[in-house]
């Protein structure tokens, strides 16, 4: 939800500044700009609607030349997307020039103030407040940049990651966060960069020091980092090695991002499984879980928050967790456990999961769940991102960066890690013998080699998606653990093909979505072969019945299935616990063939940001 990047050093700073807010377009592509501090003491402000393209167009005729300068793409709250609404924005008198991510929730009290003052404002943007509000302090308190930015943070109330840069002051970036990421580089000869993650300065520098919240960081070029917070008690500087390479940032020769990652997924679960299944799948080692055993010996419920994607995750892992570990699970979207008065005990075990690590409405849920006394977990991705540093313990699901905005790879690595999670729990409780244990063990050890085999329909899966393009809506069904994989089947396909999807549990459809089927409406149903299949042929013979058409995804050798349906994609044969890994890979590659055909940018989708970090 909107990338910062910041560099201050002897490189160029325009293509340094570029590039990195490509690396960061997956957070939000409706506008972008650049500030550059000018040789000479300007500072140059370059804005465009839309994609960092766009931009690179608009300042090809510009003096770019530079000694420092922060850069934004954006993902609007406040104002439409426009040239005016883009980042950075700039104090009246035009001497200093921001950018933030996040959302200053009273910008409107802040603005009236100003404007009594005799401030006016160019933008709906509550940025601009902000640009205002420091350069107003800064001025009438005749102070240096950083405390004017201390005490006008210190007015704030919401979220914010910022950079600010002022003409007087060349060779300083102040910067600061709260519930919003931000990752200080340290480069060579006193170089310095800033970005809402590492990505767009991992090619210049492995040292990295994450802000954390409350903290003011004041990057001056040849000076050593100081951190400070609102109260001017200076922190210690934590510098992490970064373990990203570049390889992991780039296409590698597929078209696009979400085509890579859906075929990464053999190597990103190899990934996530290593070390974790241990004694030839006979043992499950999870780190997080073994350092906490009486928490979750103990837990008499389990809570998993999370949103989106990961909350579908979520849902498998209730499957999962009560299946394997006889503990009752309930799964919220974390945007409402936060409003909802969640009645959170001490004995409760809450599992938050996100991908990005900075889901606002997650880490607001994970706040709460510690007020409780609740024991906290996290899965994330993002390492060093605010979810792991927030929750007690807790696991990685180490499928590298996923970069384009649908989530596919994480997905699979989060389903994957809470199966682990679920055998790992089941182990400590005693809920499922050893001879169990190993038996999944062993066919999640196999289980890359089976993803890769479904890898193998995606060319018969393109020429079928030639034949649902053009359907308006569609619905998904699935009972049991294949009815998250349904809702995540529909939420893909919507997300970057803009066609209207349902998930539904098979079942429920006769009370209400049945009434849609007609031959316009394709019905995809996850139909493997699990304790619920007779059910689930039903189901298929109900929309039969009245001449929907159907996609199945069946077990291989299915043929009562395949007689029913129109079409049928198989997959192999692997335990129940084991097959929303295994079906939702191929509904990747048909919302992904089908936005393809109807000409979409995938990795872009319209509206959507990959880092929720705004309510
Ligand atoms: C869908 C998608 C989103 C995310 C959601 C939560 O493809 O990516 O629905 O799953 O925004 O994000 P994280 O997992 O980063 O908390």
Not at 184 to 192: D, K
Not at 394 to 419: D, N, R, W
Request: glycine content about 8%; aromatic content about 6%; proline content about 4%.
């Amino acid at each position: 939800m909107c990338g910062i990047v910041g560099y201050l050093g002897e490189g160029n700073v325009y293509d340094i500044l570029i590039k990195g807010l490509h690396r960061l377009e997956y957070r939000g592509y409706d506008s972008a700009g650049v500030a550059l501090v000018s040789p000479s003491g300007n500072i140059n402000v370059f804005k465009a609607k839309g994609k960092v393209a766009n931009l690179e167009s608009f300042c090809q005729s510009k003096d770019l030349s530079a000694r420092a300068g922060i850069a934004h793409t954006r993902w609007a709250t406040h104002g439409e997307p426009s040239d005016v609404n883009a980042h950075p924005h700039f104090s009246e008198d035009g001497n200093i020039a921001i950018v933030h991510n996040g959302t200053i929730e009273n910008y409107k009290l802040l603005k009236d103030v100003l404007e009594k003052h005799g401030c006016s404002f160019h933008s709906e943007t509550d940025t601009e407040v902000l640009a205002q509000l420091i350069e107003y302090i800064r001025v009438t308190n005749k102070c240096s940049l950083l405390d004017a930015v201390r005490e006008a943070l210190k007015q704030v109330v919401g979220a914010y990651a910022i950079a600010v840069v002022a003409k007087d002051d060349p060779d300083t970036i102040i910067a600061a966060r709260q519930s919003s990421p931000l990752a200080i580089g340290i480069g060579e000869n006193g170089s310095y960069f800033l970005a809402s993650d590492a990505s767009p300065f991992v090619e210049y520098t492995n040292e990295c020091v994450y802000l954390k919240d409350g903290e003011i960081a004041e990057i001056r070029r040849g000076v050593p980092l100081k951190i400070t917070n609102l109260n001017n008690e200076e922190s210690t500087v934590d510098v992490t090695t970064l373990q990203l390479s570049i390889s992991q940032l780039e296409k590698g020769g597929y078209p696009h991002f979400m085509l890579k990652e859906i075929f990464e997924q053999p190597s990103t679960l190899r990934d996530c499984i290593r070390g974790r299944v241990v004694a030839d799948g006979d043992r499950i080692n999870i780190n997080g879980v073994n350092d906490n055993k009486e928490k979750f010996r103990n837990a008499k419920r389990i809570v998993i928050v999370a949103c989106g994607t990961s909350w579908h995750a979520g849902l498998i892992g209730k499957y999962l967790l009560q299946d394997m570990c006889k503990v009752p699970v309930v799964v919220e979207y974390a945007s409402e456990f936060r409003y909802s008065n969640p009645i959170i005990n001490a004995d409760d075990v809450v599992i938050a999961i996100s991908q990005s690590g900075e889901t606002a409405d997650t880490l607001a849920a994970i706040q709460i769940a510690k007020e409780a006394g609740a024991f906290v977990f996290g899965i994330s991705n993002v390492v060093g991102s605010s979810i792991p540093r927030e929750t007690y313990a807790g696991c990685y699901i180490h499928v590298g960066p996923e970069i384009g905005v649908a989530s596919t790879k994480a997905f699979t690595g989060q389903v994957m890690v809470l199966t682990l999670l679920a055998l790992a729990i089941a182990q400590i409780r005693g809920t499922l013998s050893d001879e169990e244990i190993a038996k999944v063990g062993k066919c999640i050890l196999k289980l890359p080699d089976y993803v890769e085999q479904v890898l193998k329909l995606s060319p018969q899966i393109e020429r079928l998606s030639l034949i649902y393009t053009y359907a308006r809506n569609f619905l998904y069904l699935g009972r049991g653990y294949s009815y998250p994989v349904a809702l995540e089947g529909a939420l893909k396909l919507k997300e970057i093909s803009y066609i209207h999807a349902e998930g539904y549990p098979a079942a429920e459809m006769k009370h209400g979505p049945i009434a849609l089927i007609d031959q316009e409406m394709p019905t995809v149903i996850i139909a493997p072969q699990d304790h619920l299949y007779e059910k689930i042929v039903s189901n298929v013979q109900q929309v039969k019945a009245r001449g929907g058409s159907i996609l199945a995804i069946v077990t291989e050798g299915d043929s009562v299935i395949a007689n029913l349906a129109d079409h049928v994609l198989e997959v192999p044969d692997v335990p129940e616990c084991l097959s929303p890994i295994i079906t939702s890979v191929p509904l990747q590659l048909l919302s992904y063939y089908i936005a393809i055909n109807k000409g979409k940018d995938v990795d872009m989708p319209r509206n959507l940001a990959k880092s929720v970090t705004v309510e």
